[in-house]
Structure formats: structure tokens, C-alpha cells
């Protein structure tokens, strides 16, 4: 593979990385080719504190080494209205059954942005990493128990 390793931040780095990052960074900046999901928490907040936060994801550029070991800028933390949140990125299909085969191409990927407040987050990868296909049921929770 084709690439560099980035001392600073302790990664290795593809032209496909560079990609994905880029796709990743204008979806969370402009919210277009994708869907925002929020999770039950998000939801039960006051309107305008659910605004303060997608304002603040939108504009958060503290990616880390330990939130973002692979570059992507999928993964971010914050804190907005008195909450510390989380938001993930994740590359589907287009009809958001399975991954995406590549996600360096926007018209094979839609992109799932999920909100959710920290306490949510473990409950969530405990279910995902349970399964073993996230994919599959990442997209079943997404209409079945989160609001889009």
C-alpha cells in the first residue's frame, strides 16, 4: 500500500485516508450526502441545546491520535449545552445495508453521522460489537430506535 507514516499523530496514512478524511470533514461541516442520526438522549434535550451541539460538531476540528487513530476524522468529543457528546461517522451503501465497498466514492456512499451523549456510547458499541456485523444492525437501530 501506498502511503506515509505521520510521526506527529502516530499514523499511517493512504491516499485513500486522505480521501475519506476530506468526504468526512465536508459531511460533518455542511451536513450534505448523508444523514445526521440522534440517539434517545440527544432527542430528550431542549431544541435549542440540540441546535448548540450540531453547530459545535460542525465546526470542531480537536482531532487526536486517541479519537481518531486512523485519521478519518470519523470520531469527535465535545461539550455543548452542559453535555459531553460524542459523534461517529460511518460509510454505508446507498440503501444503508451494508458498508460501503469504497468510500472514497460518494455516488457508492452515504454517510451516517450519529449523535448520541457520552453515557449512550458504551451501550451502543456493546451492542455493535456483540453482533459482529454492525453494519447490518447499526442500520436496523437506526430506524428502529433513533431518531433521523
Not at 480537536?62 to 468529543?77: L, V
Amino acid at each position: 500500500m501506498e502511503g506515509w507514516f505521520d510521526r506527529k499523530r502516530g499514523t499511517l496514512h493512504s491516499p485513500d485516508t486522505d480521501t475519506i478524511r476530506k468526504l468526512h470533514d465536508a459531511f460533518r461541516r455542511s451536513l450534505a450526502g448523508g444523514c445526521v442520526v440522534k440517539t434517545d438522549g440527544i432527542a430528550a434535550l431542549p431544541e435549542m441545546d440540540q441546535v448548540e451541539i450540531i453547530l459545535r460538531i460542525r465546526m470542531f476540528d480537536d482531532f487526536n491520535k486517541p479519537s481518531d487513530p486512523y485519521g478519518e476524522h470519523d470520531f469527535g468529543s465535545l461539550y455543548a449545552s452542559g453535555n459531553k457528546v460524542f459523534f461517529e461517522i460511518e460509510y454505508f451503501d446507498k440503501d444503508l445495508n451494508f458498508g460501503s465497498e469504497n468510500p472514497t466514492d460518494p455516488e457508492m456512499t452515504t454517510r451516517v453521522m450519529t449523535v448520541m451523549l457520552a453515557n449512550e456510547y458504551c451501550t451502543l458499541v456493546i451492542f455493535l460489537n456483540f453482533f459482529d456485523t454492525a453494519a447490518v444492525f447499526f442500520t436496523h437501530l437506526i430506524v428502529g430506535s433513533f431518531q433521523v
